[in-house]
């Protein structure tokens, strides 16, 4: 797959998610601005907290990558896609932190 098609995918999917969670979240978080609230109703059937938990727990894996690629790597300015992953969520962190990636290991490579 071509970088700049891998490029574009990636962002159009992040930016994907980032939209729809605006459009569905957002609007009845302004409502009732109950955060904790908000969070545990991804708990609220075995369906719903099985997703819920999977990405959670997909976050915490991209803690792990962005933390030992930070130290392995030197992959900079992780932390900003850990703070996307929370919100909006992970595909969106995920799919930024992998487009952070690719451009500061393609400007490592030697031409």
Same mark, same amino acid.
């Given at each position: %797959? +071509? #970088? ?6 990636? =962002?159009?999917?992040?930016? !994907?998610?980032?939209? @729809? ?5 957002? $609007? +009845?978080?302004?409502?009732? $601005? #109950?955060? %904790?609230? *908000? &969070? !545990?109703?991804?708990?609220?059937? $075995?369906?719903? &907290?099985?997703?819920?938990? #999977? *990405? @959670? =727990? /997909?976050? !915490? ?5 962005? @933390?030992?690629?930070?130290?392995? =790597? ?6 900003? /896609?850990?703070?996307?992953? @929370?919100? $909006? ?6 799919? =930024?932190?992998? !487009? ?6 393609? #400007?490592?490579? +030697? &031409?």
């Amino acid at each position: %797959m +071509p #970088d700049s098609l891998f490029r574009g995918l990636v =962002l159009a999917v992040a930016v !994907l998610f980032a939209g @729809i969670f605006a459009v569905v979240v957002v $609007p +009845p978080l302004l409502v009732q $601005p #109950d955060v %904790m609230a *908000a &969070a !545990l109703a991804g708990f609220v059937n $075995p369906f719903a &907290a099985g997703y819920a938990t #999977d *990405a @959670i =727990l /997909c976050w !915490l894996l991209l803690v792990i990558w962005v @933390i030992h690629e930070r130290r392995t =790597l030197g992959v900079r300015h992780g932390w900003m /896609c850990l703070v996307l992953g @929370i919100v $909006p969520g992970v595909a969106t962190g995920f799919g =930024l932190y992998l !487009l952070m990636r690719s451009v500061q290991m393609r #400007d490592r490579s +030697p &031409a």
